[in-house]
């Protein structure tokens, strides 16, 4: 029973001391992390021509306008809608 308790304290002793528990000292505050972000126009400046002319054409009329070139059930099935 004694081995058991001196074993455990054992373990419990070299626990404490693990090298991956030590504190490492920090990084000189002043330095910063540069975090990219998307920016606004990511989505918008990457489209393609009939998607941007789709777009002007619902920005000018304010009406869902769409240039498809075959059937809307075709269109929706190459671009994996549902139903």
């Known amino acids: 029973m004694t ?6 304290g054992c373990l419990c ?3 404490l001391k693990a090298p991956a528990q030590r504190a490492f000292p ?3 505050s002043s330095t910063y992390l540069s975090i990219k ?5 990511f989505y918008v400046s990457r489209l393609s021509f009939f998607c941007r002319t789709e777009r002007s054409l619902q920005r000018l009329t304010r009406k869902n306008l769409f240039i ?4 809307k059930q075709y269109v929706d099935f190459l ?3 549902r139903n």
């Open 3 to 8: 081995k058991r308790f001196y074993g455990l």
């Open 13 to 15: 002793m070299l626990s």
């Open 26 to 28: 920090r990084a000189d």
């Open 37 to 41: 972000t998307v920016p606004p126009d």
């Open 68 to 71: 498809r070139l075959g059937s």
């Open 79 to 81: 671009e994996q809608k």
